[in-house]
């Protein structure tokens, strides 16, 4: 019998804001203005919007090594105080040797090294600059977690590019299935880094305005950062909690940047969820998906989520409003599929009405995107969050009641 794993209400900070309910209350009443930022500060000669964190982070602990300090192990700090009551409970119920931590990133602190190559680019030396190595890794956000808290069991990192914070809780499930631990710190972050926003601008995809999943007049993403983190336990009376009821992931390696046209990739990862949680696609209430505004990914996604779901499931992308986080991008919106569940945070069963120009791409199999009237169906809520990444890897979560 599948052991009941049990989400705790998480930590999430980005362009919303901070906090899980600023999340849920924008997303369910969305401002006039934009909540991304535009800056010319980061492509050569353009103006673009970022979701960007713009509030003065949490300073690190006094005596902290400099090994762990960056902006995203500062970011991860940051949001990880909304959940620091809970970290301390686990210790004292469970211990410390008995939690582990496993974190999503794609950039981790390589801006940390930004100094050093910008030498070696402008004076052709390397000589006389530090190496900022273990900032750089993708270790280091869960390394800095199990440093600050004193946990002292299995501690990793996972970087498999967008799919990163998906399948931190993906693996955190896992470990706690074998019985290795108790509880895991989980969950994803990234900041925005020039050096990850020049790749996507040379591949072409960064919007010139606001990202319009699925219209057909869609130019491209938004990066923005953020940061969520959960605990995960087998308990269900720690705190405020959902079942994390399943999830499922792929591999289809189609191409280094680009999903594989037909979706199966998305497919595979959609129905191993569905198995792995036991429930069927009707049983779906909504959508978290990935959508990120390009021409590849909203045909590939509508492609997959017709074929499984058919064209009745509510779906909504909220990346216009966050920007997409990258590795941080499905443990925040994990965190927001969470919150829309959670009938503390959305007692009245709204969802969040998609941002975009409601000139739908006619060339793309019909989903139902959400709007203004869109509710939850009465009954139990079960929602599913997916994430597709370069090199083709595919995570689709699903929390529910």
């Known amino acids: 019998m599948k052991t009941p794993l049990y989400l705790s209400r998480p930590a999430v900070t980005s362009a919303l804001g901070d906090g899980l309910s600023a999340h849920i209350n924008y ?8 909540p991304l930022t535009v800056s010319d500060a980061f492509v050569a000669g353009k103006s673009l919007a970022f979701g ?17 300090r960056s902006r995203n192990n500062q970011l991860l700090w940051h949001a990880l105080a909304q959940i620091e009551d809970d970290i301390a409970a686990a210790k004292q119920r469970f211990g410390a040797d008995r939690i582990a931590v496993v974190m999503g990133t794609s950039t981790s602190g390589a801006d940390e090294n930004i ?8 004076q052709g030396a390397w000589a006389g600059a530090a190496f900022k190595q273990p900032q750089q890794l993708m270790s280091a956000p869960a390394d800095f977690v199990a440093e600050v808290y ?27 299935r074998a019985g290795l631990c108790d509880a895991v710190v989980c969950g994803g972050v990234d900041t925005l880094s020039p ?13 010139g305005g606001i990202a319009n999943p699925f219209s057909t007049h869609r130019d491209g993403i938004n990066i923005g950062e953020g940061a969520a ?43 191993a969820a569905l198995h792995h949680a036991d429930v069927e696609a009707g049983d779906i209430g909504w959508i978290n998906l990935h959508g990120t505004g390009t ?21 909504t992308s909220t990346k216009p409003f966050t920007g997409h986080t990258l590795g941080a991008a499905g443990a925040v919106e994990a965190a927001l599929l969470w919150g829309m569940v959670s009938r503390r945070d959305n007692p009245e069963g709204r969802l969040p009405p998609q941002a975009w120009d409601g000139v739908r791409d006619e060339s793309l199999p019909s989903i139902r995107l959400t709007d203004a009237d869109s509710r939850w169906p009465d009954g139990r ?12 890897s595919n995570a689709v979560l699903i929390i529910g009641e």
Request: glycine share 10%; aromatic share 10%; proline share 5%.
């Open 381 to 392: 809520r079960i929602g599913a969050s997916s994430s597709f990444a370069f090199g083709g």
């Open 150 to 176: 004193g946990l002292h069991n299995l501690c990793y990192g996972v970087s498999t590019a967008c799919t990163s914070g998906a399948r931190a809780l993906i693996s955190a499930a896992r470990l706690l």
């Open 295 to 315: 021409r590849h990914n909203d045909s590939m996604e509508s492609t997959a989520v017709a074929e499984v779901f058919g064209s009745d499931t509510p779906c």
């Open 52 to 68: 960007a964190v713009n509030q003065e982070l949490r300073p690190f602990p006094q005596g902290l090594s400099e090994s762990f």
């Open 27 to 34: 997303l369910l009443q969305p401002g006039a203005a934009s």
């Open 195 to 207: 050096l990850t926003i020049n790749g996507f601008a040379s591949l072409e995809v960064l919007s």
């Open 229 to 271: 983190a959960f605990l995960l336990t087998r308990e269900a009376d720690f705190g405020d909690s959902l079942p994390f009821t399943g999830y499922g992931a792929s591999s289809d390696a189609y191409h280094m940047s680009s999903p594989r046209p037909d979706g199966l990739g998305a497919i595979a990862a959609f129905r």
């Open 115 to 122: 100094p050093l190559f910008r030498q070696a680019v402008e």
